[in-house]
Nanobody, 123 residues
Framework: VQLQASGGGLVQAGGSLRLSCAASGRTSSNYVMSWFRQAPGKEREAVSC????????YFLNSVKGRFTISRDNAKNTVYLQMNSLKPEDTAVYYC?????????????????WGQGTQVTVSS
């Protein structure tokens, strides 16, 4: 599975961005899909996860109520809608996938990674 993340950019605090992660090579419908982020000097952390059918999701506490995750299995794509962005959301965002029923928040659980897309939120 190859993952291609896109949609990052520079936005002012309070703004919105939508990240996309397109999977190719194999259908992503049987895969857990997640978004991680890594800020300079910090560990990579799980931001949001969705199981293969999209009916079970996880959100990092600091993004709850602001971010939503969705997937379109027909397009092999997962999205992260980020609203009310804050400077502390600034990071490189990575999409990740693993063939599993249940999502996990540990980076080590994921077999496939996208290249990362930079999100910068100015104050």
């Amino acid at each position: 599975v190859q993952l291609q993340a896109s949609g990052g950019g520079l936005v002012q605090a309070g703004g919105s961005l939508r990240l996309s992660c397109a999977a190719s090579g194999r259908t992503s419908s049987n895969y857990v899909m997640s978004w991680f982020r890594q800020a300079p000097g910090k560990e990579r952390e799980a931001v949001s996860c969705t199981n293969s059918v999209g009916d079970s999701t996880y959100f990092l506490n600091s993004v709850k109520g602001r971010f939503t995750i969705s997937r379109d299995n027909a397009k092999n794509t997962v999205y992260l809608q980020m609203n009310s962005l804050k400077p502390e959301d600034t990071a490189v965002y990575y999409c990740a996938a693993t063939r599993s029923i249940h999502w996990g928040t540990s980076a080590g659980q994921y077999d496939y990674w996208g290249q990362g897309t930079q999100v910068t939120v100015s104050s």
